[in-house]
């Protein structure tokens, strides 16, 4: 053990004699590099022989030399300093998510115990359980917020997405799915929202145009809703949101919108931040959950939908889901939102866009391009009041809608008869009017129609809605003065190919073509 000692002894004591060394050699070294004195000195035995340019020479050599040296040592400490400061900021940040995390975590063990603890206190209160239930959830939303602002303000020093890395952080833990009601029919379904409608907000619709709003959701992704001011034309997806209990994001378009960065923003190059929209926060919220989403363009029209939809339009059209996606930035950053894909966003498909429009002097036509790929309603009066039953929210999920519309194009596809009628009637109007109907028609036509059916209607009343709605309307780009006899005769053919009085929608709408002029 002796032998080893001395060894380790002198082992040891020879690394530390280096060790000591190297910090002898650095201080030496700086010592000589600053050794003024020697400068001096050796500025003295060699001047005598300096001319005035070597004098100014020489004086400049040696300052700037030691402004590079003062300049390379600023540098070091500033860099030393920004990083003890972004270290800092990383394990504050770090500590404040973590502490948001734990929050999280126990907002859902008492949102687990919320059922058991408001049964037991009903009887104790005298209160009645959704009385409870209403106090209770109104507290949740409000330590929701609360968490929500703490989160953005901690994620804003490290991403460049905030809302969207917030959304990332809100459901990170996430354990339990939300429960859905899923026991419900779309007859049912249009119903209860008619009822729900008229109890909780005073809005009186008349069942048709329910059923027109959610046979339209299955035919496609944008809905446009049109009329006179004061027919509920943004109250009804509003409501929707209330009904499904998943509030609509509201937009409300601007005469200035030019472009798609109005919808979803855009990257800032100054700030090294995106400029993230209501919009975009909600798309991107919507690929994390199963419910049914509203985003309303409230006044669509004030602006030219071409120009800040257009983008939007095209991807909704294209046939597989899959390729919905939009380019937010040109490059992936480590630190981007989790379900961005090298910059870009995939749309989640349980996403309806529903726009209002008002035709008046202040606002644009809408191009066929839109019309053709939106479902349209018209709401032209006001509604009737009417007594319904008391009708509760319901959150019912995306995915039993989409099965409930593929139900009904199953049970209740068009008939037959009414395709071999429909294109009779396509053969007369391009013959007579030189208009189309198009695959993209025909292919909203056969998913609205069975939905349509499922809702409660007939059939003849959906295929007369989408004549009208989709077709006949392409007659206002002609010159009605010419075409006024040849609208008489195409009333006749959809009396002879549907029955006399029939199709009321169509007939009614071409009535009034025929009176402007």
């Given at each position: 053990?002796?032998?080893?000692?001395?060894?380790?002894?002198?082992?040891?004591?020879?690394?530390?004699?280096?060790?000591?060394?190297?910090?002898?050699?650095?201080?030496?070294?700086?010592?000589?590099?600053?050794?003024?004195?020697?400068?001096?000195?050796?500025?003295?035995?060699?001047?005598?022989?300096?001319?005035?340019?070597?004098?100014?020479?020489?004086?400049?050599?040696?300052?700037?030399?030691?402004?590079?040296?003062?300049?390379?040592?600023?540098?070091?400490?500033?860099?030393?300093?920004?990083?003890?400061?972004?270290?800092?900021?990383?394990?504050?940040?770090?500590?404040?998510?973590?502490?948001?995390?734990?929050?999280?975590?126990?907002?859902?063990?008492?949102?687990?115990?919320?059922?058991?603890?408001?049964?037991?206190?009903?009887?104790?209160?005298?209160?009645?359980?959704?009385?409870?239930?209403?106090?209770?959830?109104?507290?949740?939303?409000?330590?929701?917020?609360?968490?929500?602002?703490?989160?953005?303000?901690?994620?804003?020093?490290?991403?460049?997405?905030?809302?969207?890395?917030?959304?990332?952080?809100?459901?990170?833990?996430?354990?339990?799915?939300?429960?859905?009601?899923?026991?419900?029919?779309?007859?049912?379904?249009?119903?209860?929202?008619?009822?729900?409608?008229?109890v909780n907000n005073a809005l009186y619709y008349d069942i048709r145009t329910i059923r027109l709003?959610?046979?339209?959701?299955?035919?496609?992704?944008?809905?446009?809703?049109?009329?006179?001011?004061?027919?509920?034309?943004?109250?009804?997806?509003?409501?929707?949101?209330?009904?499904?209990?998943?509030?609509?994001?509201?937009?409300?378009?601007?005469?200035?919108?030019?472009?798609?960065?109005?919808?979803?923003?855009?990257?800032?190059?100054?700030?090294?931040?995106?400029?993230?929209?209501?919009?975009?926060?909600?798309?991107?919220?919507?690929?994390?959950?199963?419910?049914?989403?509203?985003?309303?363009?409230?006044?669509?029209?004030?602006?030219?939908?071409?120009?800040?939809?257009?983008?939007?339009?095209?991807?909704?059209?294209?046939?597989?889901?899959?390729?919905?996606?939009?380019?937010?930035?040109?490059?992936?950053?480590?630190?981007?939102?989790?379900?961005?894909?090298?910059?870009?966003?995939?749309?989640?498909?349980?996403?309806?866009?529903?726009?209002?429009?008002?035709?008046?002097?202040?606002?644009?036509?809408?191009?066929?391009?839109?019309?053709?790929?939106?479902?349209?309603?018209?709401?032209?009066?006001?509604?009737?009041?009417?007594?319904?039953?008391?009708?509760?929210?319901?959150?019912?999920?995306?995915?039993?809608?989409?099965?409930?519309?593929?139900?009904?194009?199953?049970?209740?596809?068009?008939?037959?008869?009414?395709?071999?009628?429909?294109?009779?009637?396509?053969?007369?109007?391009?013959?007579?009017?030189?208009?189309?109907?198009?695959?993209?028609?025909?292919?909203?036509?056969?998913?609205?129609?069975?939905?349509?059916?499922?809702?409660?209607?007939?059939?003849?009343?959906?295929?007369?809605?989408?004549?009208?709605?989709?077709?006949?309307?392409?007659?206002?780009?002609?010159?009605?003065?010419?075409?006024?006899?040849?609208?008489?005769?195409?009333?006749?053919?959809?009396?002879?190919?549907?029955?006399?009085?029939?199709?009321?929608?169509?007939?009614?709408?071409?009535?009034?073509?025929?009176?402007?002029?």
């Amino acid at each position: 053990m002796y032998g080893f000692l001395t060894w380790f002894k002198a082992f040891f004591g020879y690394m530390l004699d280096g060790l000591l060394m190297i910090f002898k050699g650095i201080v030496f070294g700086i010592g000589k590099m600053f050794d003024f004195s020697y400068y001096f000195r050796l500025w003295s035995q060699e001047s005598s022989n300096f001319t005035a340019l070597d004098w100014i020479c020489s004086v400049l050599a040696f300052i700037l030399t030691y402004a590079v040296w003062a300049g390379l040592i600023f540098l070091i400490v500033l860099g030393i300093r920004k990083f003890v400061r972004f270290r800092k900021s990383v394990v504050g940040n770090e500590d404040l998510l973590e502490e948001i995390s734990d929050l999280h975590r126990d907002v859902l063990r008492l949102t687990a115990e919320k059922e058991r603890i408001m049964q037991l206190k009903v009887t104790q209160a005298g209160l009645s359980y959704e009385q409870m239930k209403r106090m209770f959830e109104e507290e949740m939303k409000s330590a929701a917020e609360t968490l929500d602002g703490a989160e953005e303000t901690a994620i804003a020093e490290t991403s460049r997405f905030v809302r969207l890395s917030a959304v990332d952080a809100k459901y990170t833990f996430v354990e339990n799915p939300p429960e859905y009601y899923n026991e419900i029919n779309l007859k049912e379904l249009c119903e209860d929202l008619r009822n729900y409608a008229c109890v909780n907000n005073a809005l009186y619709y008349d069942i048709r145009t329910i059923r027109l709003m959610i046979a339209g959701l299955a035919s496609t992704k944008l809905i446009i809703l049109q009329g006179i001011s004061g027919t509920g034309k943004t109250s009804l997806p509003y409501v929707m949101g209330k009904y499904f209990q998943n509030d609509a994001t509201i937009a409300s378009v601007q005469p200035s919108w030019r472009d798609r960065n109005e919808l979803f923003g855009y990257f800032n190059e100054f700030t090294k931040k995106f400029n993230e929209t209501e919009v975009l926060r909600r798309i991107y919220e919507s690929s994390y959950n199963d419910d049914i989403n509203v985003i309303i363009l409230d006044e669509m029209n004030i602006a030219r939908v071409e120009y800040y939809f257009a983008e939007m339009l095209s991807v909704l059209e294209m046939p597989n889901p899959d390729e919905w996606r939009i380019e937010l930035v040109p490059s992936a950053w480590e630190n981007d939102p989790k379900k961005l894909d090298q910059g870009a966003l995939k749309i989640p498909q349980n996403v309806w866009y529903i726009g209002t429009i008002n035709n008046d002097d202040s606002t644009f036509s809408v191009s066929d391009k839109v019309y053709d790929r939106a479902f349209v309603i018209n709401l032209d009066s006001k509604g009737i009041p009417f007594e319904a039953p008391q009708t509760e929210a319901k959150r019912i999920a995306y995915s039993h809608v989409e099965e409930l519309y593929k139900k009904a194009m199953a049970d209740y596809p068009v008939s037959e008869k009414a395709l071999d009628n429909i294109s009779k009637l396509d053969l007369y109007v391009i013959d007579h009017f030189r208009v189309a109907f198009g695959n993209r028609i025909l292919k909203q036509l056969k998913q609205f129609v069975p939905v349509y059916v499922a809702c409660g209607g007939t059939e003849t009343d959906a295929v007369d809605y989408m004549l009208a709605t989709k077709v006949f309307r392409k007659f206002e780009s002609l010159n009605l003065s010419l075409i006024r006899d040849e609208i008489r005769g195409l009333i006749g053919t959809l009396d002879q190919l549907f029955g006399k009085g029939t199709m009321k929608e169509s007939i009614a709408y071409l009535q009034r073509l025929q009176k402007m002029y």
